[in-house]
T-cell receptor
Framework: LAKTTQPISMDSYEGQEVNITCSHN???????ITWYQQFPSQGPRFIIQ???TKVTNEVASLFIPADRKSSTLSLPRVSLSDTAVYYC?????????????FGGGTRLMVKP | ETGVTQTPRHLVMGMTNKKSLKCEQHLGHNAMYWYKQSAKKPLELMFVYSLEERVENNSVPSRFSPECPNSSHLFLHLHTLQPEDSALYLC?????????????FGSGTRLTVV
């Protein structure tokens, strides 16, 4: 399973764009990149997933360079409610289930 | 609600007690998972069930015993736990083998062993 490396924590202010970068140098050909958000005492919540280039949804954008050894989660105009831990995962889905390993995540603190 | 329901939300048990955690999903998923999240630690995958068969057991102590009677229900039976087993236990489900890699998590059971 590919290992991921993220910054332990980041601070931002309301209204700013936040970019969180994740390194996954050993990503395999079949691996997808998935990001989750977790609030205290709750389960992680799916944010976005991608394989290459750029993916955008109503919540975030995910940028993946051609070598796929890193990815960047972009949160536009964050608010106080975006304060959470953000996890980057890489892995595959097969008939044995989704083998995704969580790293330490990035603790984002949004300040007023 | 995420579609994955865990009960109870909170549980306090003594080291000699036997209790069970329950997870239920009605999302049509065919894989279910137990994760453990201790304070200031990453989520640890404990067990994976795909198509009701256990496919992963990450060296979890035998005092934790999973059960998956069907694709919608997952249990974690607990007995003779230790205080260090106190943690947030999370259940998740997914559709395996289809290219959809997303997990749906429940809200967790906060377990305290005294």
């Amino acid at each position: 399973l590919a290992k991921t490396t993220q910054p332990i924590s980041m601070d931002s202010y309301e209204g700013q764009e936040v970019n969180i970068t994740c390194s996954h140098n050993n990503i395999a050909t079949n691996d997808y990149i998935t990001w989750y958000q977790q609030f205290p005492s709750q389960g992680p919540r799916f944010i976005i997933q991608g394989y290459k280039t750029k993916v955008t949804n109503e919540v975030a954008s995910l940028f993946i360079p051609a070598d796929r050894k890193s990815s960047t989660l972009s949160l536009p105009r964050v608010s106080l409610s975006d304060t959470a831990v953000y996890y980057c995962l890489v892995g595959v889905s097969n008939n044995a289930g989704n083998m995704l390993t969580f790293g330490g995540g990035t603790r984002l603190m949004v300040k007023p | 609600e995420t579609g994955v329901t865990q009960t109870p939300r909170h549980l306090v048990m003594g080291m000699t007690n036997k209790k069970s955690l329950k997870c239920e999903q009605h999302l049509g998923h065919n894989a279910m998972y137990w994760y453990k999240q201790s304070a200031k630690k990453p989520l640890e995958l404990m067990f994976v069930y795909s198509l009701e068969e256990r496919v992963e057991n990450n060296s979890v102590p035998s005092r934790f015993s999973p059960e998956c009677p069907n694709s919608s229900h997952l249990f974690l039976h607990l007995h003779t736990l230790q205080p260090e087993d106190s943690a947030l236990y999370l259940c998740a489900s997914s559709t395996s083998g289809t290219g959809d890699y997303g997990y749906t998590f429940g809200s967790g059971t906060r377990l305290t062993v005294v």
